[in-house]
Nanobody
């Protein structure tokens, strides 16, 4: 069974909103922090947002502050990334990841499991 499955990507226009979902089958999900990263063509894998165990803290990359919201529903084993005011530079494959720790991290090596990725394309 795949521990994480990303979904919700699509093609939208500049200024639109999109909500990504991460379905988690890892049974210890509610004791772990999780996050979202992205990779655009020809660019490095980069941190987007993370949320701690119990949703007590969140962290965002500077380029998404005020536009993106991360949340989790431990009862449903789900995590979400709500993206608003989307820009063409947000075009990328987005991946959810699950940490070993209960604390947020911006470092991809700290994440134990990854989803398969979901494509987000923002047209101008």
């Amino acid at each position: 069974q795949v521990p994480l499955v990303d979904s919700g990507g699509g093609v939208v226009q500049t200024g639109d909103s999109l909500r990504l979902s991460c379905t988690v089958s890892e049974p210890t999900f509610n004791s772990r922090a999780m996050g979202w990263f992205r990779q655009a063509p020809g660019k490095e894998f980069e941190f987007v947002a993370a949320i701690s165990r119990g949703s007590t803290s969140t962290r965002f990359a500077d380029f998404v502050k005020g536009r993106f919201t991360i949340s989790r529903d431990d009862a449903k084993n789900m995590a979400y990334l709500l993206m608003t005011s989307l820009k063409p530079e947000d075009t990328a494959i987005y991946y959810c990841g699950l940490l070993d720790s209960s604390y947020v991290s911006t470092v991809s090596n700290a994440y134990r499991y990854w989803g398969q990725g979901t494509q987000v394309t923002v047209s101008s």
